[in-house]
């Protein structure tokens, strides 16, 4: 098919350039026709401001997209361009400059589709389609089709912008760096993902334009297709008729039969998949139809990286401009000094502007209030960035207040977000206002840049603006207003960088609250990001904080930490070392905050309250060291930011630091969680609580890791272990030994706790030595390998009793700890499952001379059910796991099981061995892992 219109294409397209010139030379023409005409309109006796009205670059843009009967009539198209309450001589004096200009856009054009292609207008609608329809019906006329490709081609390619800073990505599965340029010449699907303004669309623009040059220059063979996942569901429903309208204007029955039959002549670039807002699930899966047929090419864009899986396509992170390439822009733009602009901003504000949103903005900002500001946070910048686009465009002969026209255009921004059938822009305005405010407002908004057409259509020129503009007028709504909404939609995905900019930019203490309160209780991960959101871009704090200031961030905090450890961690209290302190997990708790002004420092105590005490007490200190430890001999050292990690209930924090936040006191309460929970991972007895195998495996390792010698039955001596020495030998021989720490298994114990630890298992109803490797069957032979030192029927019985205790030990943990915040690590909600385990032996001439087990999770029903079955192959049995899907899945789990890298392990060692005893106590393993994950929920980066 390709070949079909290879030749014209490149007939149309070789003389691009000359194209470019006449579109030039009639935008000319036009640029001359409408200032006579302005020159003109004051002599023209009417009530309307014809010059104003001519001068208008959006109107005139609008009557000239409707001209020739494309869409609506030409007195429509007049009526709409003069508004209410005109007269003849206007409608007359409009019809003129109506009919003048079409004959200046008519030479040459012979074809509405070429008009469209020239003037730049998608201008898709009913008459086109009928037309497209009857050209396309008719075989002998396919020159046509080959014209609205070519044309099609030729508007892509002029996109290109040669000053666009070159991207780069990072693989997410390889971490390899993907240039530009490189993503244009390989063939792979992908998904690039970035946060809000990273600059996703204005990079798949880009790779579309540069794609269609190749085309035109033979180093290509594939149509780009650049297609917007908002207009999903609205204009078009599934991916055949949206290329159909595209590259022919048409979605006719023979259109789309025509582009379904040719998937491999085109490569599809999917723009925002986030903003799919309409039947999400579908486009999704309509994408993955696409990418799993392997025979087209898709690019994709989205906020979620997630997408990616339900594509079923590799996923590429779009990086973050560099500084050097900041600073360069920063100078294009005009600003002077931008390296003394850079070192203005905190860490976090110059990380902030590696996005080129908040980089523009920041530009605009400069541009506003001078080279030397700067802006406390992002949504400062934000609110200087829409302000300048109003006030350098409103008319200052305009009734329109620039507040007023931000607060409408605000409305109906939270309108489009929340509400998926929201009506088009005048429209849902007339409903607030008079038909002549409706109508300006949308001119407004349209000549400040905050809105454009697309398709016929007026939308917000950019996602994250018209976030903001929601944001802002959400805060200017009474509380409850604002309470019931945060309530109601606060655990929708797609709203969560609203609420990120909806917490930066709220002002009031008192809705900060309210807003932080709801996410709070509703959903705890949306929360984290919020606090975490680092909205600030300077270190310079509100002034400084008295005591009132200091006592309401200290009430707000022991309110969050008490609130957060109630709901989301009260199975874990038992094995935290601060509430192993109180009388009682529920007692009430007491702060004792020390703070200095001059420091910013605040050393903070928690403690149960007694019966008359205070919940909170605030001393504050003006001298220059701020809080300070008193020794046993009286003398006093001052607390900077430490942690006193054998007091855990002492907590010391930089205000200072915290306040890059968006709220101090909450972002005090994680981070004293954060302590809780680092202590509630180094304690010893979280392990007592596992299943006997993973005691009599923990207990085992921290015998050896002592390091202590014991004589042995022939006069040697040998490291202790469980099968050579009982708790009250144990006590004998640690009595005459110093009582210092060990670290087993990442957790730090105390030499005396061993006896302890061996007399739990000894009196225990079970065998536990049964858990500890067998003896190798080859005892007596010395000097061994690995693959020698047992038979299958020994390693194979073995298994069959430790993995299903790695396996209770992984549900036992997850249980006690994580099965309230599981919703927030979904990895962790799988199962239940059995194990399927394949032994692969080994021989002297084999590559790899050691034994090896491989393990698969096998579904199941219920826990009952679980067990360990050995199988010739897991991987490849009657399970139901045969596609490469599962097996990659199966990889997935079982890495999580084992605390392994991969879906096997296999072991090689001198001198006998110990086989899985080091690794037995797969719990830990799990346990690092669970504990990155939760500081990565909690901590504040």
């Known amino acids: 098919m390709l070949d079909f219109f290879r030749e014209e294409l490149l007939s149309w397209l070789i003389d691009w350039a000359k194209t470019k010139i006449s579109y030039l030379t009639k935008r000319q023409a036009i640029i001359r026709h409408i200032t006579e005409t302005t020159m003109r309109a004051p002599a023209i006796h009417s009530c309307v401001n014809l010059k104003e009205k001519v001068k208008n670059p959006h109107l005139v843009k609008e009557l000239l997209a409707h001209r020739s009967l494309l869409d609506i009539s030409k007195d429509e198209a007049i009526r709409t361009f003069l508004g209410e309450g005109y007269d003849e001589p206007a409608y007359e004096f409009v019809s003129q400059f109506w009919d003048s200009t079409n004959a200046i856009l008519a030479v040459g054009e012979e074809s509405l589709a070429d008009r469209k292609a020239v003037e730049g207008f998608e201008a898709a609608n009913n008459k086109l389609d009928n037309l497209a329809k009857a050209l396309l019906s008719n075989p002998t006329n396919c020159e046509i089709w080959k014209k609205k490709l070519a044309d099609y081609c030729n508007e892509l390619a002029q996109c290109y912008s040669e000053t666009a800073i070159p991207r780069k990505m990072t693989m997410e599965e390889s971490g390899d760096l993907l240039l530009q340029s490189a993503l244009l010449k390989c063939e792979r699907s992908l998904l690039i993902y970035a946060d809000p303004g990273m600059g996703k669309s204005r990079l798949l623009k880009q790779i579309a334009s540069e794609l269609a040059m190749d085309l035109i220059t033979g180093k290509n063979n594939s149509i780009p297709v650049l297609l917007e996942a908002r207009k999903w569901s609205r204009q078009y429903s599934n991916l055949e008729e949206a290329v159909a309208k595209e590259l022919l204007g048409s979605t006719t029955e023979e259109s789309v039969s025509l582009i379904k039959e040719n998937p491999a002549s085109y490569c599809l670039i999917v723009d925002g998949l986030d903003e799919a807002r309409c039947d999400r699930d579908l486009l999704l899966a309509e994408l993955a139809r696409f990418a799993n047929s392997d025979k087209g090419r898709l690019i994709c864009s989205s906020r979620f990286s997630s997408d990616r899986k339900r594509i079923g396509i590799e996923g590429a992170s779009l990086q973050s401009l560099s500084e050097n390439e900041v600073i360069s822009h920063l100078r294009e733009r005009g600003i002077r000094s931008p390296l003394d602009v850079m070192r203005r901003l905190n860490e976090a504000g110059r990380e902030l502007m590696g996005n080129p949103l908040h980089l523009n903005c920041l530009i605009e900002?400069?541009?506003?209030?001078?080279?030397?500001?700067?802006?406390?946070?992002?949504?400062?910048?934000?609110?200087?960035?829409?302000?300048?686009?109003?006030?350098?465009?409103?008319?200052?002969?305009?009734?329109?207040?620039?507040?007023?026209?931000?607060?409408?255009?605000?409305?109906?921004?939270?309108?489009?977000?929340?509400?998926?059938?929201?009506?088009?822009?005048?429209?849902?305005?007339?409903?607030?206002?008079?038909?002549?405010?409706?109508?300006?407002?949308?001119?407004?908004?349209?000549?400040?840049?905050?809105?454009?057409?697309?398709?016929?259509?007026?939308?917000?020129?950019?996602?994250?603006?018209?976030?903001?503009?929601?944001?802002?007028?959400?805060?200017?709504?009474?509380?409850?207003?604002?309470?019931?909404?945060?309530?109601?939609?606060?655990?929708?995905?797609?709203?969560?960088?609203?609420?990120?900019?909806?917490?930066?930019?709220?002002?009031?203490?008192?809705?900060?609250?309210?807003?932080?309160?709801?996410?709070?209780?509703?959903?705890?991960?949306?929360?984290?990001?919020?606090?975490?959101?680092?909205?600030?871009?300077?270190?310079?704090?509100?002034?400084?904080?008295?005591?009132?200031?200091?006592?309401?961030?200290?009430?707000?905090?022991?309110?969050?930490?008490?609130?957060?450890?109630n709901r989301y961690l009260k199975k874990a209290k038992p094995h935290i070392p601060f509430w192993r302190t109180l009388s009682t997990p529920e007692a009430p708790i007491r702060m004792v905050i020390s703070y200095s002004a001059t420091t910013t420092v605040a050393h903070i105590v928690l403690s149960e309250k007694r019966p008359g005490d205070d919940r909170i007490l605030v001393k504050l200190s003006d001298d220059k060291h701020g809080p300070v430890i008193k020794g046993p001999d009286g003398s006093t050292t001052p607390i900077f930011s430490i942690r006193l990690s054998n007091r855990p209930e002492a907590h010391t924090y930089r205000i200072g630091a915290l306040y890059e936040g968006i709220d101090c006191a909450r972002e005090m309460a994680l981070s004293m969680i954060v302590d809780d929970l680092e202590g509630f991972f180094e304690s010893a007895e979280p392990v007592l609580s596992e299943p006997l195998g993973m005691k009599a495996a923990f207990t085992e390792e921290a015998l050896r890791c002592s390091r202590i010698l014991r004589e042995g039955s022939i006069g040697s001596r040998e490291y202790l272990n469980l099968r050579n020495c009982s708790a009250d030998e144990l006590s004998m021989l640690l009595a005459e030994k110093s009582n210092y720490n060990i670290k087993v298994c990442e957790t730090s114990i105390p030499l005396s706790l061993l006896p302890y630890l061996v007399k739990m298992l000894e009196i225990g109803p079970e065998n536990h030595l049964q858990y500890l490797p067998p003896n190798p069957d080859n005892l007596t032979k010395g000097r061994c390998r690995v693959w020698e030192s047992y038979t299958d029927e020994t390693f194979e019985s073995w298994c069959k009793t430790v993995l299903p205790e790695c396996e209770k030990s992984y549900r036992l943990f997850i249980r006690t700890f994580m099965e309230e915040i599981g919703e927030y690590l979904p990895g962790y909600a799988d199962g239940p499952f059995s194990l399927q385990a394949t032994i692969i032996p080994a021989n002297e001439n084999s590559m790899l001379p050691d034994r090896r087990i491989c393990i698969s999770p096998f579904p199941i029903e219920d826990e009952d059910q679980i067990e360990l079955i050995f199988v010739e192959n897991c991987f490849y049995n009657d399970s139901g796991f045969v596609g490469i899907e599962e097996r990659i899945q199966n990889y997935i789990q079982t890495a999580r099981l084992l605390g392994r890298p991969g879906n096997g392990y296999e072991e090689s060692i001198l001198l006998g061995s110990t086989l899985l005893t080091d690794k037995a106590y797969i719990h830990n393993e799990v346990r690092k892992r669970i504990q990155k994950e939760v500081y990565a929920l909690f901590t504040l980066h």
Do not use: W
């Open 365 to 565: 900002y400069l541009h506003t209030k001078g080279d030397g500001a700067t802006p406390r946070n992002l949504a400062a910048i934000y609110s200087t960035c829409i302000t300048s686009l109003i006030e350098a465009k409103l008319d200052p002969d305009c009734d329109l207040d620039a507040d007023y026209l931000q607060r409408e255009l605000g409305n109906y921004a939270l309108e489009c977000l929340i509400n998926q059938e929201a009506l088009p822009c005048r429209s849902y305005l007339l409903q607030q206002c008079a038909p002549t405010e409706a109508e300006l407002i949308e001119q407004m908004g349209k000549y400040s840049g905050l809105l454009v057409i697309a398709d016929g259509a007026v939308g917000f020129s950019h996602t994250v603006l018209q976030e903001y503009l929601a944001a802002s007028f959400l805060n200017s709504l009474p509380d409850e207003e604002v309470r019931v909404f945060c309530k109601n939609h606060s655990r929708d995905p797609l709203l969560k960088n609203f609420f990120v900019i909806l917490c930066g930019c709220t002002a009031s203490a008192t809705k900060q609250k309210l807003i932080l309160d709801q996410l709070e209780n509703n959903n705890l991960s949306l929360y984290m990001d919020c606090l975490r959101g680092r909205m600030n871009l300077s270190d310079e704090l509100e002034g400084k904080l008295s005591k009132t200031d200091i006592t309401t961030i200290a009430l707000q905090a022991i309110t969050t930490y008490t609130n957060i450890t």
